[in-house]
């Protein structure tokens, strides 16, 4: 009988695979902070543009832009070329242009909205707060007001009980977005977002090209039914010949008076250095009762208070809405290896199997145990 040759067959071959991570043991994926926002604001293109959740006429707005200038170019340019000029198309399309970037801009920058306190910001406030009533409670509210001196003229802060913060000077929350804003203006429905420190310049320059466009088309729209009105056409005759001049006619007549007053108004603004809270509320003008106080935020100078209005540097965005979530330590552990001993005497054994012939025992596997790393993640909001 021949002899047989065994091998010891190899432990780690008969190792049991370290078993897989349960799905709940999964790492989270990592969130943006604009993903928990807690503003009632919509977040486009990865959180890099920001519009108010409830839009407004922002769709109409641009609808009756959009409509308007093309009517224009498609039914009145070609005729002014032909029997004025040919600098009509290139003017209404540089204003064209001014004007909807300027409203894109409006409409889908941050106006300046501050972040809420952390909870440990909110509680570091409640602390400083000396209880007003005397009583014993625990619990302390925070004060409504806070003076601060700006050109030694005392200013009052009110505190947010929804961002637990005092507002800065010249900030409003505002309760369609659920924000607080630095130096709001007001929440326009046509740009469907607030218009605050960040991007007033941009309505600014969107209503003041607004109302030159739509002055300019007015008048080459009733320049062009002029034209074709004469020679004893009469003017049923102009609007039969074109009557997309006449829509445009309507939609510019009922449009440019409110667009030249409010373009009027807030350039009176940006000579006075106001927004239209302030004027609204009287603050500095008074209405509110204070009639010795004066604007503090005023430069006495026209052209100081309009280039630090429009031509000031642009302040940098605060909620970071591109940032990632903080998160704590993840809580892991190592993998555990757990090996069983082996017998003392294998190789014997082995030995004594090849000389008789018989297959030796396998020897104890070693079974490698590995527990999946724990990771505790909380989210917290901007």
């Known amino acids: 009988m021949k002899n047989r040759e065994y091998q010891q067959i190899d432990p780690q071959a008969l190792a049991t695979p370290p078993p897989r991570p349960l799905p709940e043991h999964m790492p989270k994926r990592v969130r943006r902070k604009w993903e928990v926002f807690p503003g009632k604001n919509r977040f486009c293109c990865d959180g890099r543009m920001i519009v108010a959740r409830q839009s407004g006429v922002l769709p109409l ?16 340019c070609p005729f002014l070329v032909k029997h004025l000029t040919s600098c009509i198309p290139a003017i209404g399309g540089v204003l064209f242009v001014f004007v909807i970037i300027s409203l894109l801009q409006t409409s889908f920058t941050d106006p300046g909205i501050l972040p809420r306190a952390t909870p440990e910001e909110a509680a570091d406030i409640e602390k400083q707060i000396d209880n007003p009533t005397g009583s014993s409670s625990s619990y302390r509210p925070p004060p409504r007001t806070k003076e601060v001196v700006i050109n030694q003229q005392v200013v009052k802060l009110k505190y947010c009980f929804t961002c637990k913060i005092f507002r800065p000077p010249r900030t409003s929350h505002c309760s369609l977005c659920d924000n607080c804003v630095e130096r709001f203006d007001h929440h326009c429905p046509w740009v469907g977002n607030c218009v605050g420190k960040r991007n007033y310049r941009f309505f600014y320059t969107f209503i003041v090209s607004l109302s030159f466009l739509t002055a300019f088309i007015f008048g080459c729209v009733t320049t062009h039914l002029a034209l074709r009105s004469q020679g004893g056409n009469g003017l049923v005759f102009a609007l039969q010949a074109s009557p997309a001049s006449a829509l445009e006619l309507v939609v510019c007549f009922f449009s440019v008076w409110s667009i030249l007053g409010l373009s009027g108004f807030h350039t009176y603004l940006v000579a006075a250095n106001l927004t239209t ?106």
Not at 296 to 304: H, L, R, T, V
């Open 61 to 76: 707005t641009l609808g009756l832009i959009l409509l308007t200038s093309g009517l224009f170019f498609i039914f009145d």
């Open 277 to 382: 809270n302030e004027d609204i509320k009287g603050s500095w003008s008074g209405k509110s009762g204070n009639e010795d106080i004066g604007n503090p935020y005023s430069y006495n100078s026209i052209i100081k208070n309009c280039c630090s209005v429009l031509c000031g540097p642009m302040p940098p965005s605060l909620i970071d809405r591109r940032g990632f979530v903080p998160s704590d330590d993840s809580v892991q552990t190592s993998p555990v290896e757990i090996e069983l001993p082996a017998a003392k005497n294998d190789r014997n054994m082995v030995g004594r199997a090849v000389t008789s012939g018989r297959r030796p025992p396998p020897s104890p596997p070693v079974v490698t145990l590995q527990q999946p790393a724990i990771s505790i993640q909380s989210h917290s909001t901007a």
